[in-house]
């Protein structure tokens, strides 16, 4: 069965408009004036220009405290993996077990999973295409999730703020965290399922 971009027919990324291309010259859309594409421009490069990113910024997310505390004990610095052994030795291990899967499991995983992606579509592999494409919807649907760390930081700094008791502010590792978080949701928007899909025609065409 030939795909739509062997019959030269291409989805317009901006209102979602099937459209017939013309050669080495797609044109516009004639609906909203997009241009018209078979598949993102540069989109490998730039997933792998992010994803990059993301792997650089995820070590200072781990190693740099995430929050600094104020108060008349003195001042503490808390890693994400510092607060999950906090919480752990305080009997609070189901909320140690969600921050460490949402703060350093997920992002992690994400981070894994769009490399396989990338060095399956760079590499035309052609095994499990419909695994893999529902591997990507998985990584667009889990990446919200990263954040919660960052909602954990922002509610205590109000509360204690409110409360008069301490003084919290976020630490550069919040702001490595939030960078981690960011990338790879780009990085996943970035990326073209499409292209894994390829190999499979050309397979299919031989």
Same mark, same amino acid.
């Given at each position: 069965m030939k795909s739509a971009a062997a019959r030269n027919l291409g #989805? !317009? *990324?901006? !209102?979602? *408009? #099937? !459209?017939r291309l013309d050669g080495d010259a797609p044109g516009a859309c004639p609906r909203c004036r997009s241009p018209l594409h078979l598949r993102k421009p540069a989109a490998l490069q730039r997933c792998w220009a992010l994803l990059l990113a993301a792997v650089i910024s995820y070590f200072p997310a781990n190693l740099l405290p995430i929050m600094e505390t104020t108060a008349l004990t003195g001042v503490q610095r808390d890693t994400i993996l510092s607060g999950v052994v906090y919480l752990w030795n305080n009997d609070s291990w189901p909320?140690? *077990?969600?921050?460490?899967? =949402?703060?350093? *499991?997920?992002?992690l995983l994400k981070i894994l999973a769009l490399l396989l992606l990338l060095c399956s579509v760079q590499w035309r592999w052609s095994w499990a295409p419909r695994q893999r494409t529902g591997l990507y919807r998985l990584i667009e649907v889990i990446g919200p999730w990263s954040m919660l760390d960052i909602f954990v930081v922002a509610l205590m700094v109000a509360l204690v703020q409110w409360q008069s008791l301490a003084s919290i502010k976020a630490g550069a590792g919040a702001v490595a965290f939030g960078a981690v978080v960011v990338l790879t949701m780009l990085? =996943?928007?970035s990326f073209d399922p499409r292209l894994i899909w390829d190999p499979v025609e050309d397979d299919d065409e031989q």
């Open positions: #989805l !317009c *990324l901006g !209102c979602g *408009l #099937l !459209c909320l140690a *077990l969600v921050v460490f899967t =949402a703060s350093v *499991l997920v992002p990085a =996943a928007m």
